[in-house]
């Protein structure tokens, strides 16, 4: 389980206000499936919330440990049925540039457009 500052947990609390919850836990508990999607989630946005249905009170702070233990993320934040989590994604400098290389540039829609796009390339050199 990582461990956050105080002042890196505020700034993660507050980025995570506006987040809607991606992953919900409801009667069946933590099963696997549940736990590769709060996974993959995390891969993907570094920081999620959770909702959690119908568990109890003393069971959401074993639930918190547990998931942070099982996925190796930072607890943020627990307010009522809301968990927040973190984990940060390692950074791959060569995926991001070959991502980049790979994209294609848009081709104008219409000669208009197409003219206006050269206009501005002229004036630029």
């Not at 105080?6 to 099963?31: D, E, F, M, W």
């Not at 999620?48 to 568990?55: A, N, V």
């Not at 702070?61 to 627990?78: D, T």
Request: charged fraction near 30%; charge should be positive.
């Amino acid at each position: 389980m990582t461990e956050l500052a105080p002042a890196q947990r505020r700034a993660l609390r507050a980025a995570a206000h506006h987040l809607n919850p991606v992953v919900s836990i409801s009667q069946k508990g933590l099963t696997p499936s549940v736990l590769a999607e709060i996974d993959r989630c995390l891969k993907a946005h570094e920081l999620i919330k959770l909702r959690l249905y119908g568990i109890e009170r003393e069971d959401r702070e074993a639930l918190f440990a547990e998931i942070c233990g099982a996925l190796n993320c930072a607890a943020v934040q627990h307010i009522g049925n809301l968990l927040v989590l973190w984990r940060e994604n390692p950074k791959d400098v060569a995926a991001q540039e070959s991502a980049l290389a790979s994209r294609r540039k848009a081709a104008p829609a219409t000669k208009k457009q197409a003219a206006a796009r050269t206009e501005a390339r002229n004036r630029k050199r």
